[in-house]
């Protein structure tokens, strides 16, 4: 068997040693006779997968008792459509901050339940930065303030707190929730699809602050309205079994590996080696204001884009995968999400050194 160091953005690297309890439990789970695929989700050895799963995500961010968990589908983008619809809570607008793709389609979905204010946007930079709050122009009146706090297509990262006052902050953080400590009580809502840095495709996390739900569209299907969901510790109906199992197996991995303090330190040392790589060649560069990269996502040009397509001819020959950029950018992109280790990127800025060297 051999892995390769796989960048891709999503569905990504998940940790070793999670596949491989994953693989010993597959056919027998802890003596059930069952995989967690063939188990009831109202069974209790399930429903105590769900529950640990969800105390130990609550110890990892220190999740104030205030906020619901959901263990939800549907990914981050149903979760565009769902923060209004349950949101707006009688209000007719929300305000939006833009720095990317993410945010633009949050923005395009948003507007079929409301009136959407750009607070501020990155677009003149085309997207290269996270804009500074003193030029945003919030709505007093707003029912919430959206904002993708790491554009996983552009690699900007908001490494500070927008302070929205009274008006309840919403983030989409798919990309990089739990690569280090958050302060959860700043937000009013956070959601992530898992794919990125959780687990599988097929599960969404939402934190939310219980004095925001309750008052749904009338319209909002029931599987959506996060208050039906919480009342029913989001057995609704049958959840992504298998995704919770495995984002479990993640969570106990994080806290195992000394939480989020400790991934945070991590996270920035294995993007301080690319970053500080990019930095020091004219060979290859970064698009992104120093001050407002993602130390989850790097996306990455050469300047001579003739060479692109021989450089990820290369690195696949190296073990080196999925670096290709988003289709509506270019470039590459190298995605460390915490399961990819500080030597894949070394292996990674080792091979840039060479490819360089020969072709410079
Ligand atoms: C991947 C991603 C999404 C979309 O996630 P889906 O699960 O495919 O709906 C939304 N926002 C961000 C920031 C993402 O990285």
Redesign the pocket.
């Known amino acids: 068997m051999s892995r390769v160091y796989n960048f891709g953005?999503?569905p990504a690297v998940l940790p070793e040693p999670v596949l491989e309890q994953a693989g010993r439990e597959m056919l027998d789970w802890q003596g059930s006779g069952m995989s967690v695929m063939e188990m009831s989700h109202r069974g209790k050895e399930f429903i105590g997968i769900a529950a640990a799963a969800e105390a130990d995500l609550r110890d990892l961010l220190a999740v104030p008792a205030n906020y619901k968990v959901l263990f939800l589908q549907?990914?981050?983008?149903?979760?565009?459509a769902a923060v209004p619809m349950n949101l707006l809570r009688g209000r007719r607008s929300a305000d939006y901050v833009n720095t990317g793709e993410?945010s633009k389609?949050?923005i395009k979905e948003a507007r079929r339940y409301c009136t959407v204010n750009i607070a501020a946007s990155s677009e003149d930079k085309n997207f290269s930065y996270a804009p500074a709050l003193t030029g945003w122009k919030l709505d007093p009146n707003a029912a919430y303030v959206h904002a993708?706090?790491?554009?996983?297509?552009g690699g900007v990262e908001f490494h500070w707190v927008p302070d929205t006052g009274s008006v309840p902050l919403v983030a989409?953080?798919?990309?990089h929730l739990l690569s280090r400590p958050i302060d959860v009580s700043k937000y009013g809502l956070i959601y992530?699809?898992?794919?990125?840095n959780i687990g599988p495709?097929g599960l969404?996390l939402v934190i939310v602050r219980d004095d925001l739900l309750g008052q749904a569209l009338p319209s909002t299907p029931s599987v959506l309205d996060y208050k039906a969901q919480a009342e029913a510790d989001s057995m609704l109906n049958t959840p992504a079994t298998y995704a919770v199992y495995i984002a479990g197996l993640v969570f106990q991995w994080l806290k195992q590996r000394g939480g989020l303090q400790t991934m945070g330190e991590l996270n920035r040392a294995k993007a301080q080696l690319l970053y500080d790589f990019l930095d020091q060649t004219e060979f290859y560069y970064s698009p992104v204001a120093k001050s407002d990269r993602s130390l989850m996502?790097v996306p990455f040009r050469l300047r001579n884009d003739a060479l692109d397509e021989e450089f990820l001819k290369q690195t696949k020959q190296r073990g080196l995968t999925q670096l290709k950029g988003h289709r509506s950018v270019g470039g590459m992109r190298a995605s460390i999400y915490n399961a990819m280790p500080i030597d894949g990127v070394r292996a990674l800025v080792d091979f840039m050194r060479e490819f360089q060297a020969k072709h410079g």
């Not at 549907?74 to 565009?80: D, I, P, R």
């Not at 989409?172 to 990309?175: A, C, N, P, T």
Request: charged content about 15%; overall charge neutral; hydrophobic content about 35%.
């Open positions: 953005a999503g549907g990914g981050a983008t149903l979760q565009f993410w389609k949050a993708c706090t790491n554009e996983t297509i989409d953080m798919s990309s992530a699809g898992a794919q990125k495709a969404t996502n």
